[in-house]
């Protein structure tokens, strides 16, 4: 009895509580609307698809487990993941590592940065869908500038988007130059938060300029590395504009354009294999959820070995 | 090794860098100027030619250019606009009030900066024909008008920016939220606003897969997407095919250099506190 006449008031007050807060959750509620609406619904909806077998226009037929089977004996699903991990790597490593150097070099410069900065970031802001077209242009066989380059010095001309590794080179060197300025931009905020008094005590104990660089600068930017690898790896494993623009919906000689995300696209839009498309998709998903949570595991267990 | 010398050699890579950095845009604006017979051959022409005109020309024969603009201009301004507020308007409430589940719904909000969203277009497009937006700028701008990124980094901004004290005072005088919203925080936040802004158009001025996905309407396209169709159907004509290229890039670098002056040094500040 008394039990309920106090639980009573507090559950009212609560919902005073809450009540009074209405214009609080009238200003978040869009966000929730949208997510809920557009992003999680499809999402869910996604997994569901995986499950069956549909066109997109007649009944959706109940298909168990048939399209993941499907996938395990689909080869041009295993070239696509292959093609993707190998685009990924070839871009990323080179991106990263080029974006560190520029970015310790542009760390000791003290004119003219905010200039760099600038003119390293603009080619972030263009659109891949133009600059793709422009690789095309630059690596076509008779006579893009790089085979007229190549002839200028006596060289053989290479069929650069009529090979498997011509495409994926092209791919890395469009991300490469798409991406280096803004990672080295974000390691250079990095490098100015690293106190220079840890600089000057390891050069007083005899440390070199490669010393200071592995033993301060690359443990201390760690986690900002961590952060640059994850977004890599989250953008690299779903590539698809770069192919689609250079090669077309074939995927270039041998499909060796083909990514993942590039073959649920094509079944579910260009084959109304929508079904398939989104088993395609859940797994994909999965393949990036495994990479990134790799890449925090490996970072966890290189932190956790420096502070023992 | 002396100083000067020193010096000499790092401005000497970093100015090596820019020119790799800009040269596509040149490489772009010759290819514009030239005829696609003038570079594609041997040895190639390397500088500006004087056929611009006839290139813009077959570009505005071969698509609607203008018509996607106005498309692409629409979707990334009204995107931009509803974004800022609602994003905002969340952030603040966010930031400076402490209601029931607060943190609960924080922390659902930022959980969804995980989830590929992406990779659901399939189902997206499914519900886009059921909500008979198939082929409408909707399609493109009703789903991206708030999302997480902004309201966790407004919150921020506000949190630090806003002072308790001013928002008391305004209370003091009878403002609601709305109210100390308009007049209090705007005001306040317009740097950080300015740099969300250029995120966001950015962002989808330069969208690709869905605008590709959703608009079935040869006439009624985004800029990305006129570009590539121009590209799959002209892909040798690179004069003609480089002239359109380069016009949609133009406005989105000028509308950087005249607005961004602190919006790079913000954006990696914000991932280094990340």
Redesign the interface.
């Known amino acids: 009895m008394t039990l309920s006449r106090t639980a009573a008031p507090v559950a009212r007050g609560?919902r005073r509580?809450?009540l009074a807060?209405w214009?609080?959750?009238l200003?978040?509620s869009?966000?929730?609307v949208?997510?809920a609406?557009?992003?999680?619904?499809?999402?869910l909806?996604?997994f569901y698809?995986a499950f069956q077998r549909w066109d997109?226009i007649g009944e959706m037929q109940f298909a168990g487990l048939d399209n993941f089977q499907y996938l395990i004996k689909d080869d041009v699903f295993w070239l696509s993941l292959w093609n993707t991990l190998l685009i990924w790597v070839m871009s990323t490593v080179p991106t990263l590592t080029l974006a560190l150097v520029?970015a310790v070099?542009?760390h000791?410069?003290k004119r003219?940065k905010?200039f760099?900065?600038?003119?390293?970031?603009?080619?972030n802001?263009?659109?891949?869908?133009?600059?793709s077209?422009?690789f095309?242009?630059?690596f076509?066989t008779?006579?893009?500038?790089v085979n007229?380059g190549l002839?200028?010095v006596g060289l053989p001309e290479v069929a650069w988007l009529q090979n498997a590794w011509g495409i994926k080179i092209v791919i890395a060197v469009l991300t490469v130059?798409q991406w280096t300025?803004y990672n080295a931009?974000?390691y250079?905020?990095?490098l100015q938060?690293i106190p220079s008094d840890l600089y000057e005590q390891a050069r007083i104990d005899g440390a070199n300029a490669v010393q200071l660089f592995r033993h301060v600068t690359l443990p201390l930017l760690r986690p900002?590395i961590l952060?640059t690898v994850v977004l890599s790896t989250?953008g690299g494993l779903?590539t698809?504009?770069e192919p689609?623009?250079l090669l077309?919906d074939t995927a270039g000689t041998g499909q060796s354009g083909l990514t993942m995300?590039f073959y649920?696209?094509r079944q579910?839009?260009s084959h109304n294999d929508?079904g398939y498309?989104?088993a395609i998709?859940v797994v994909?998903?999965l393949v990036?959820a495994l990479f990134?949570i790799l890449n925090w595991a490996l970072v966890q267990r290189g932190q956790s070995e420096r502070s023992r | 090794m002396t100083r000067r010398t020193r010096g000499l050699l790092l401005h000497g890579v970093l100015i090596l860098g820019t020119v790799l950095a800009m040269f596509p845009f040149y490489w772009m604006v010759v290819m514009a100027t030239n005829s696609t017979s003038d570079i594609y051959q041997f040895p190639p022409k390397l500088t500006f030619g004087g056929q611009l005109v006839t290139n813009l020309r077959n570009v505005l024969d071969s698509i609607d250019f203008w018509g996607s603009m106005l498309n692409t201009v629409i979707v990334a301004c009204t995107t931009t606009a509803l974004v800022l507020f609602f994003d905002s308007l969340a952030a603040f409430a966010f930031a400076k009030y402490d209601f029931p589940g607060r943190r609960m719904l924080f922390g659902v909000l930022i959980g969804t900066f995980f989830l590929p969203v992406g990779l659901a277009v399939i189902p997206g497009f499914v519900i886009m024909v059921e909500l008979g937006w198939v082929g409408s700028l909707k399609a493109l701008i009703v789903p991206a008008a708030a999302n997480a990124f902004g309201i966790f980094f407004l919150r921020q901004y506000i949190h630090n920016a806003v002072p308790d004290s001013v928002l008391d005072a305004a209370r003091l005088d009878g403002a609601g939220f709305f109210r100390q919203y308009l007049s209090v925080v705007v005001p306040i936040i317009r740097p950080g606003l300015a740099f969300l802004g250029i995120y966001t158009f950015i962002a989808a001025w330069n969208d690709f897969i869905w605008p590709l996905v959703v608009l079935v309407n040869p006439d009624q396209l985004t800029l990305q997407v006129a570009l590539q169709q121009l590209n799959s159907v002209h892909g040798l004509d690179y004069s003609r095919i480089m002239t359109g290229a380069l016009l949609s890039v133009i406005p989105l670098i000028a509308m950087f250099l005249l607005f961004a002056r602190n919006f790079v040094g913000d954006l990696a500040k914000g991932a280094v506190r990340e």
Do not use: C, D, H
């Not at chain 1, 609406?37 to 999402?43: D, M, Q, Y």
């Not at chain 1, 802001?125 to 600059?131: D, L, R, Y």
């Not at chain 1, 008779?142 to 500038?145: F, Q, R």
């Open positions: 609560r509580r809450v807060y214009p609080q959750y200003a978040i869009p966000f929730y949208l997510f609406v557009f992003g999680l619904a499809p999402l909806f996604s698809l997109g520029l070099l542009l000791s410069v003219f905010a760099y900065r600038m003119a390293f970031f603009i080619p802001i263009t659109s891949t869908v133009a600059i077209i422009f095309g242009a630059l076509a008779n006579y893009g500038l007229a002839e200028a130059w300025g931009i974000i250079l905020a990095g938060t900002i952060f989250i779903q698809f504009t689609k623009v077309g995300v649920f696209y579910a839009f929508y498309g989104a998709a994909v998903l990036v990134t």
